[in-house]
């Protein structure tokens, strides 16, 4: 059995890491951007901007909402997502920092 060892790292890193696995795939990328543009959207609008089934885009959003990035609500046979800007709003901060930091003159 694999040993995790994810949490002998400071939390701010593991919280990286989570986020560039959940921006990991083009249609996660995609996604956001159309909820950028709407400010909220239906999983069915979702589905015609993007060239993938209904079941491919189900997962993708349920990864974004497990990583936080996204919030959604089930209103019948529909399920409405939006941006999680709480969320955002707190990682932004800490992904401008760590591209600052390896960025410094003298590396590489």
Request: aromatic share 4%; charged share 15%; net charge negative.
């Given at each position: 059995m694999?040993?995790?060892k994810s949490n002998i790292f400071?939390?701010?890193?593991?919280?990286?890491?989570?986020?560039?696995?959940?921006?990991?795939?083009?249609?996660?990328?995609?996604?956001?951007?159309?909820?950028?543009q709407k400010q909220s959207c239906i999983c069915g609008?979702?589905?015609e901007i993007l060239p993938l089934s209904?079941?491919?885009v189900s997962q993708h959003l349920k990864a974004l909402k497990e990583a936080g990035l996204i919030k959604g609500e089930v209103e019948g046979v529909k399920s409405c997502y939006c941006l999680n800007?709480?969320?955002?709003?707190?990682?932004?901060?800490?992904?401008?920092?760590?591209?600052?930091?390896?960025?410094?003159?003298?590396?590489?």
């Open positions: 694999a040993i995790n400071p939390e701010e890193v593991q919280e990286l890491a989570a986020l560039a696995k959940a921006l990991g795939h083009p249609a996660r990328i995609a996604i956001l951007q159309a909820l950028a609008e979702i589905v209904q079941a491919t800007l709480e969320y955002l709003e707190k990682m932004s901060p800490l992904l401008n920092q760590f591209f600052k930091n390896i960025l410094t003159p003298g590396c590489c």
